[in-house]
């Protein structure tokens, strides 16, 4: 029997977003339904070493059957690829394993991705399913691409470009009845989808599902204003010139609700000093870091029966103000 939870250091080197330095890349191992899937990669940055951004090397048998299964869709349709998705998979996939107990957080962000299945590779990552990794629980999500905006290379927008960008963004969300938990400028990327510049939403462990239509339509403007504010910092801080974007009046008030409750004020981004080697259009679909199915599956394949409401709101005033940069 195959070990589907080892994992071994190689000799190839990759760029970490945050630092700028050279880590070394990760030889991964893990069963995902019917298949054996190994990857080279390593951790997408260093705040994230749950995250691991990998490329799936295949055998020639691994690719016949592949090929196979995807001469089969075109009689079947989508009906075989959500019984046998591990032979979909693209190149190129992010493997995001739970936190150290962090039960709660990572059921609320399958829930999430439940919800929100049919803005899946659009405006969040598509998932492709569950598996084991290191004996513990793990989403296989697309690798989006693109740049995170809290990078220079992603920060190429002007003001006035991003903000409706991002409230389509949160609103693409809202309008299925999830609001985004964890605002922070990390998790927004700049993704060109045909051409056509759009922001991507990524980690979805502190969604929030209870609020109304009323409450959601207030919270899409304020979390943009929040979001604006760190970008606003973020140029600055790097120095990239840039225009301000008009903020309406009426919502400087309402804005204040995100800002960290017991904080006098927001500390500003950091300089964040980020060397990005990414290359958008081969990482994954270039459309999300994923499509849920709704399928139930088991050992490795997707979540699929409804799993407690019950949210992670556990620790979340004190993570949002770790965050966002609260004393």
């Known amino acids: 029997m195959e070990n ?14 945050v630092t700028g330095k050279a ?90 991705y439940h919800k929100l299945q049919p803005i899946q590779g659009l405006t969040i990552p598509k998932l492709f399913g569950i598996t084991q ?26 003001e006035q470009d991003m903000r409706p960008l991002t409230y389509h963004a949160f609103k693409s969300l809202h309008d299925l009845g999830v609001s985004h938990g964890d605002a922070k400028l990390d998790n927004f990327h700049l993704v060109t989808d045909d051409g056509k510049d759009k922001i991507m939403i990524v980690d979805l462990e502190s969604a929030d599902y209870e609020q109304t239509e009323e409450e959601l339509a207030y919270t899409a403007k304020t979390k943009t204003n929040f979001v604006m504010r760190q970008y606003h910092n973020h140029l600055e801080s790097t120095g990239v010139p840039h225009e301000n974007a008009n903020q309406d009046p009426e919502d400087d008030e309402i804005d204040q609700e995100q800002r960290c409750r017991g904080c006098d004020e927001i500390e500003p981004l950091k300089t964040r000093s980020r060397s990005v080697q990414r290359e958008p259009k081969q990482y994954g679909d270039n459309g999300g870091h994923c499509g849920a199915h709704q399928n139930g599956h088991h050992g490795g394949r997707f979540f699929g029966q409804a799993i ?10 004190e993570r949002y103000c770790a965050q966002v940069g609260c004393k």
């Open 23 to 112: 880590s070394l890349a990760t030889n991964v191992q893990f069963r995902f339904g019917t298949r054996t899937i190994q990857a080279t990669g390593s951790a997408a940055d260093r705040c994230h070493p749950n995250v691991l951004l990998l490329r799936i090397e295949q055998t020639f048998v691994q690719y016949a059957i592949q090929f196979l299964f995807q001469v089969l869709s075109t009689v079947t349709g989508s009906w075989i690829e959500s019984k046998f998705p591990e032979w979909f998979l693209p190149e190129r996939i992010v493997l995001k394993f739970q936190k150290l107990n962090w039960e709660e957080e990572f059921d609320n962000e399958l829930i999430a």
């Open 308 to 317: 407690s409401s019950r949210h992670g709101k556990r620790r979340k005033r």
């Open 4 to 17: 589907s939870d080892t994992n071994e250091a190689s000799g190839t080197p990759r760029i970490d977003i």
């Open 133 to 158: 990794y290191n004996n513990t629980r793990a989403l296989i999500l697309s690798d989006i691409g693109g740049y995170c905006v809290a990078t220079p290379e992603g920060a190429v927008l002007d």
